[in-house]
């Protein structure tokens, strides 16, 4: 009827003509749709780290004593950072380094142990219940942070609720020292405050995994032990590695949660530190050197996450 | 030094480049003024802000460019007086008929450290009226020209003050300043846990017996002058090294010994008994008494301060910033804080006395505002002049002393 029907020869270089339009359009669009994100990402994460690098090199003010942040890199002074790093290594503040890691390390590890099982209940067998189960589950967050903590502090007194339930049932003899400066304690309220940011991802995960594959498995004669090491576990991986980056990028800065619950200096974690440089007195410099230490001891472990994450998504695809 | 500090910090760079090369040029001439700090201004040796010692008072300088207010001018009426003060340290009820008597709002504004508080009255377009500055920082905001001079003719009520704060060392002739509250630091403990209390009370913390209920101030100055006093220094504002490593270490004892917290919140866990031994304000145990259970009678308190009076003391002033909107309405503020009947109703509220010399322990008990055994935490001028402050440290003795509680911080 038309022109193009009477001449097919035309149409494909029409539509390959189209579809290049359409790619040439699609090369621009795409970056544009970007911009949000790294316009969000340059004025919440570039801008401050550079603010807080200023701090960091920066230089003391002769009148007030404090730190001037120098915005100018030619002019930025690494001593402090120097000083704070040598510290990190070798002196004062390699305990607190150390101390933070392995709060971290049992905090994530007790959060895998608690909040595997629920994530994989939820999941599997929750049913039509999930999103209930899943909101009730989110429900005590609803709560402020602060507010919960309180709350934990009047349950975990000398003579709180706590240890009334443990002697009354001779679990305990006398009554446990929770709030004493207690390392036990900083380390659950730190697994109680970012549990539920551990089961989230990984419930996510869990709940994609294709159920034909674990039909295969049995089929293929694996126990229920066996598919769930073999199958599900690998097909996990990616959502506990989210899970704990997500988790443990904030308890490693975390500060609070020990200010509540310990107080003491045997507990106390390298956000403790920062805060104290931080917040009071004039050495801001030495603060901001830690948050920058701190800072690239978790782009390393973010980095190692990202490549693995690359490698598993590679075979899959 | 020809060039004045401040030019190369008012945010033009080009100006502290300047500083630099001359810097520079200095150290290649082998005048030593700028040697040996890499060319960059931390030039803590010419700091132009002088050390105030009671021995060494200071009269702190005037600047051309920010004038005192005239005489006999009308206070501002309408609007908000801003108020700039730590939290829960004037009385809501004070603030509220003061700005009912002048027909404004007055309006507080908090800051939790005098660091925060500087850089904020540093920032363009934050203008305050009245700021509580400490007396270890009033040296540096002024030569900073953050404060504007004092005209005492508005200023009547500076005769209620104590004989010494009527022209004190840190600010002398009350150039920039007027007296606030006063106290002292020593060591609250609860009387049904502690049977007696050593001679030398600081004892009280180091004491394995209350294991685990023992608190230290989360203040690097408050608690190294704690070990200081305990090994027999008397210098709280030592830049000796050496002292402030045996300070630390001593602190570090604690660890140990009582398995030691640190906190600045003494009035409440002394009072709910979670604490049975914290180094506390005088204006803390005086507080505890409103946090205790009901069932339980403020005799459980008890404050232990040095019997020789060798023990720390502090006052707190009150100062117009610079950049203030209402200068003249916020030196009526001042005057009306220092009226013997404000300041006693002020006090009821904050726990924290003033510096007046209407405020004496008698009058203080008698009328009820502190139970007669814990009257050791009522601070006459007598403990002021006898007492020991802790004062404004050179930049790198101040280095000294965070760094050294810092590592007590951290547990190792």
């Known amino acids: ?110 959060c895998m142990l608690a909040g595997y099982p629920v994530a994989y209940y939820l999941a599997r067998f929750a049913g039509r219940r999930r999103g209930l189960l899943l909101a009730l589950i989110l429900a005590p967050w609803w709560i402020n942070y602060l507010t919960r903590m309180l709350a934990w502090l009047s349950l975990l007194q000398d003579d709180g609720y706590v240890n009334k339930v443990l002697m009354a049932f001779n679990i305990v003899r006398a009554p446990v020292s929770w709030l004493s ?137 | 030094m020809t060039l004045h500090p401040r030019e190369g910090l008012g945010g033009s760079l080009l100006s502290r480049r300047r500083l630099l090369q001359l810097g520079a040029l200095a150290a290649a001439a082998g005048t030593g003024a ?50 700039f003060n730590y939290p829960e340290y004037l009385s809501p009820d004070v603030l509220t008929a003061f700005g009912k008597q002048y027909g404004v709002d007055v309006e507080v504004t ?71 509250a006063a106290f002292t630091t020593g060591v609250g403990y609860r009387t049904d846990v502690v049977s007696s209390v050593p001679p030398r009370g600081w004892d009280l913390l180091f004491d394995s017996v209350y294991k685990g209920k023992v608190y230290i101030l989360d203040d690097p100055r408050e608690a190294i002058s704690m070990a200081l006093l305990r090994a027999g220094q008397t210098d709280l504002n030592t830049e000796d090294s050496a002292l402030i490593r045996a300070a630390g270490q001593m602190l570090a004892s604690l660890i140990d010994a009582v398995n030691v917290k640190v906190g600045i919140t003494g009035y409440q866990l002394l009072a709910d008994g979670q604490a049975s031994v914290h180094q506390v304000w005088s204006g803390d145990i005086i507080n505890a008494q409103y946090y205790l259970p009901e069932d339980v009678g403020n005799e459980v308190l008890g404050y232990w301060y040095p019997q020789d009076l060798k023990g720390p003391v502090g006052t707190d002033t009150i100062a117009i910033p610079a950049s203030a909107d209402k200068p003249v309405l916020a030196h009526v503020f001042l005057n009306h804080l220092l009226d013997n009947d404000v300041a006693m109703e002020n006090f009821s509220y904050t726990g924290y006395q003033p510096a007046l010399t209407v405020a004496t322990p008698e009058r203080l008990v008698a009328d009820e505002y502190v139970p007669e055994h814990l009257v050791a935490a009522v601070i006459t001028p007598d403990h002021y002049s006898k007492g020991l402050q802790e004062l404004q440290l050179s930049a790198d003795g101040d280095a000294l002393w965070l760094d050294e509680w810092a590592k007590f911080r951290a547990g190792s």
């Open chain 2, 110 to 180: 908090t800051f939790t450290t005098q660091e925060e508080a500087i850089a904020k009255l540093r920032t363009a377009g934050i203008a305050f009226d009245v700021y509580f500055p400490t007396v270890d920082i009033i040296g540096k905001v002024v030569a900073g020209k953050l404060l504007q001079p004092l005209n005492h003719s508005y200023l009547p009520n500076l005769g209620n003050a104590w004989p010494q704060l009527r022209d004190p060392f840190y600010d002398q002739g009350s150039q920039y300043s007027v007296p606030y």
């Open chain 1, 181 to 317: 400066g207690n390392p036990y304690t900083v380390v659950l309220a730190l697994v109680y405050g970012y549990v539920p940011f551990f089961i989230v991802p990984l419930f996510a995960t869990l709940d994609r995994i294709d159920e034909r594959l674990l039909d295969a498995s049995h089929d293929l004669g694996s126990g229920r032990v066996g598919t769930f090491l073999r199958v599900t576990l690998p097909l996990s991986a990616p959502g506990l590695a989210t899970a704990t980056v997500v988790t443990a990028l904030p308890m490693f800065g975390d500060y609070y949660t020990n200010t509540l619950v310990s107080g003491s200096p045997t507990t106390s974690m390298i956000g403790n530190e920062i805060e104290l440089y931080l917040l009071g007195g004039s050495r801001k410099d030495v603060g901001a050197s830690l948050v920058l230490l701190l800072s690239a001891l978790l782009m390393a472990m973010m980095a190692y996450y990202l490549i693995s994450s690359l490698r598993s998504d590679r075979p899959a695809s």
């Open chain 1, 1 to 110: 009827m038309t022109a193009l029907d009477q001449r097919p020869d035309l149409a494909p270089a029409a539509t390959d003509q189209r579809r290049r339009r359409a790619r040439g359009l699609g090369g621009a669009l795409w970056p544009l749709l970007a911009t949000p994100g790294t316009l969000w990402l340059l004025a919440f994460f570039v801008l401050p780290f550079y603010a807080i690098a200023a701090v960091a090199f920066g230089y003391r003010d002769p009148i007030f004593g404090s730190t001037v942040p120098e915005w100018d890199p030619r002019y930025w002074s690494f001593d402090v950072f120097l000083d704070v790093l040598n510290r990190s290594l070798f002196g004062d503040l390699r305990a607190v380094f150390l101390r933070t890691l392995v709060f971290v390390v049992v905090a994530l590890a007790l």
């Open chain 2, 34 to 83: 700028l040697a040996g700090c890499s060319g960059r201004p931390t030039t803590t040796a010419e700091s132009p802000v002088r050390l105030s010692r009671p021995d060494n008072p200071v009269r702190l300088p005037r600047f051309d460019d920010v004038p005192a207010i005239a005489d006999g001018l009308q206070p501002e009426t309408g609007g908000t007086l801003k108020v």
